[in-house]
């Protein structure tokens, strides 16, 4: 599903960040550590994007460089270079690895301040940094708020995130939103079959309508359920209007035997006739049909009734008078 343009402000490096005496020099592979918070706040080192790294690495060569900082132990952490690093790794390169080394910064803001801004910036957008994953994002969010505190930041907060991200309050808020979310329902939104705008919606719901809710989408799309975003909302506007058990419970039979008359008879569009006056601009005009939007036991109804005759002519007793009692069910659901 399509997502809001959202890139990185170009001041996201300010300049008290900005890393001094640096100097380029060769490391071998095994030298280069991890950052521990990196895989954490920007995803993107699993086995497949890895593996279509090390093709490309094996295809025209390694090109850039690592970024890391001088530990002073002998080793180097990466700040931004992971995934190349493991993609080196998975396919056994023996050069030594041009980077840029850095003094290792010795306040924990500092460092995770330059781990948000070359990992998000280097991308050239928030959404690359996440892999097409929000709940990335609202870890670097949360991540950035947490250092503005440290930090004893005393502005607008929330102003003060979305102009390091590049982005409105109202998107920052909609992604700080997944932090109330359950985790089916992260996962559903990183599945894309739901979009940010839906699970941020839901983080208003009790955690079990959560569940229930992912559980019934979820059902309905492997029955051949397709939703619009249109559809999604209302969907879950009427459960934000009436979470009981009871009506959660209606909806799931209401989709289930929708899907059902989908599957036995198509997805079918009524039309009525609109009388008009027979003026020359009605006549000029486009023919007066307009389609009518009909709950699925109306629409279904007439064709459940057409399809009831033709079940006499099932000879085998049992057989006729099963498909009769499973039609007649679902009708009752939609009704």
């Known amino acids: 599903m399509p997502r809001q343009s959202m890139h990185v402000n170009s001041n996201v490096i300010a300049a008290k960040y900005q890393q001094k005496d640096s100097q380029s020099l060769n490391i071998a592979l095994d030298k280069l550590v991890e950052n521990k918070e990196n895989e ?39 700040y931004s270079g992971h995934r190349r690093v493991r993609a080196l790794k998975m396919i056994g390169y023996n050069k030594l690895i041009p980077c840029v080394v850095s003094p290792y910064p010795e306040k924990e803001t500092d460092r995770q301040r330059l781990l948000l801004a070359f990992n998000i910036h280097s991308r050239g957008s928030i959404y690359a940094a996440a892999s097409g994953k929000s709940i990335y994002i609202t870890r670097q969010i949360n991540l950035l708020k947490s250092i503005l505190k440290k930090e004893g930041f005393t502005g607008n907060v929330l102003n003060e995130i979305a102009s390091e991200f590049g982005t409105s309050v109202t998107t920052v808020k909609r992604y700080m939103r997944l932090n109330d979310c359950t985790q089916a329902v992260i996962d559903a939104e990183s599945d894309g079959i739901i979009p940010l705008s839906i ?21 309905a799309i492997d029955n051949g359920r397709e939703f619009s975003r249109n559809e999604l909302t209302e969907f879950i506007k009427n459960i934000k209007n009436d979470s009981t058990n009871e009506n959660l419970e209606n909806m799931r039979n209401e989709l289930l035997g929708e899907i059902a008359f989908v599957n036995l008879f198509g997805d079918q569009e009524i039309e009525e006739d609109i009388i008009e006056e027979e003026t020359e601009h009605v006549k000029k005009s486009k023919p007066a049909k307009t389609k009518v939007v009909k709950s699925y036991y109306d629409k279904y109804e007439a064709s459940f009734t057409k399809f009831e005759k033709n ?7 049992n057989e006729r008078l099963a498909l009769k009692d499973h039609l007649t069910r679902i009708l009752k659901l939609l009704k």
Not at 59 to 74: E, L, Q, S, T
Not at 202 to 219: G, H, R, V, Y
Not at 311 to 317: A, F, L, M
């Open 311 to 317: 079940i006499s002519k099932i000879t085998d007793e």
């Open 199 to 219: 699970a941020s919606t839901m983080s208003t719901l009790s955690e079990s309508t959560q569940d229930e809710t992912i559980k019934m989408i979820k059902e």
């Open 40 to 78: 954490e706040l920007f995803g993107g080192v699993d086995e497949e994007s890895i593996q279509n790294l090390a093709n490309g690495i094996k295809k025209d060569g390694f090109r850039g460089v690592i970024n890391v900082w001088d530990k002073r132990d002998g080793t180097y952490e990466i």
